[in-house]
């Protein structure tokens, strides 16, 4: 792992040598980008395409549910508030936690009524029943309010300290991996977990990870490997391959581009600043 990990800083400095964050709308679409890949891992239906008009225009896609769309609204949604928090260094409390989850699923959230009580998914409540996602179990319920305050006081403990890329990134998908393992809510963890993954990518300024709709397969799974091995090393590696090819068809954007406007200007070089490469 540390060799792909030397490879991720080396893509991260030619990243960041070529100001991709630079190019104009790069942000809008990049999170679009993300809104898609995350909501479609869990079952959305929407193209690349019909997420961007449906995020740029309202435009809504048609034959498509209306769940589908609400759940791409509502984690665009999730992701401006995860993004405005990291950037003005909120501390990552339950509360935070609860609030992400009440707007992954605002639309689409419903009142569960169970004989421990009701609560309501809409509002970011921790499920008050037991759930499982094919062989695996997940914790009791009544575990889960001690477990996410522990997850949470950990997690803004580590976020606040003084750490380089390499530790930000790890702790980025470590904290995705530990929040699915707990599975705090009836529905929505999947999203929620990668939004904390982001959170933490914001929070230190780093590009934010993907994971990919064509890659749900051995994302899926890398999470039951290293939770019946124990080994955390399996989901790291898993996340790391994801940046990498995000880096790495990022920076082949641009330079395909720079080929062209080379190409364009008679094979002159560009002075400066990139053109728009979505």
């Known amino acids: 792992m540390e060799e792909e990990l030397r490879n991720i800083m080396q893509l991260l400095k030619r990243y960041d040598e070529l100001e991709i964050q630079q190019a104009i709308d790069w942000e809008k679409y990049n999170l679009y980008s993300i809104v898609h890949h995350s909501t479609s891992i869990e079952g959305a239906s929407l193209t690349e395409i019909e997420t961007q008009l449906l995020l740029d225009e309202g435009l809504t896609a048609k034959g498509k549910p209306l769940l589908h769309h609400q759940m791409q609204t509502d984690h665009y949604n999730a992701l401006l508030f995860v993004k405005n928090a990291a950037k003005e260094k909120t501390p990552f409390t339950t509360d935070l936690l609860r609030q992400i989850a009440a707007r992954v699923m605002r639309s689409t959230g419903n009142v569960h009524n169970t004989i421990n009580g009701t609560f309501d998914t809409s509002k970011g409540d921790f499920r008050l029943l037991n759930v499982y996602a094919g062989e695996t179990r997940f914790v009791d319920f009544s575990k889960v309010p001690q477990l996410i305050q522990q997850f949470c006081s950990e997690l803004n403990t580590a976020i606040s300290q003084e750490i380089n890329k390499e530790e ?35 929070y230190h300024s780093l590009p934010l990870c993907n994971v990919f709709k064509q890659d749900k397969t051995d994302y899926i799974k890398a999470l039951v490997d290293t939770r019946k091995s124990n080994n955390i090393e399996i989901f790291r590696r898993f996340m790391l391959g994801q940046y990498r090819k995000m880096l790495e068809a990022e920076i082949s954007k641009v330079m395909n581009q720079e080929k062209k406007s080379s190409s364009a200007r008679g094979g002159k070089p560009n002075d400066k600043g990139l053109t728009l490469f979505f």
């Open 168 to 202: 930000a990134l790890i702790l980025s998908f470590d904290a995705h991996f530990n929040l699915l393992s707990i599975h705090p809510f009836e529905d929505g963890n999947g999203r929620v977990s990668r939004l904390v993954m982001n959170f933490i990518q914001f």
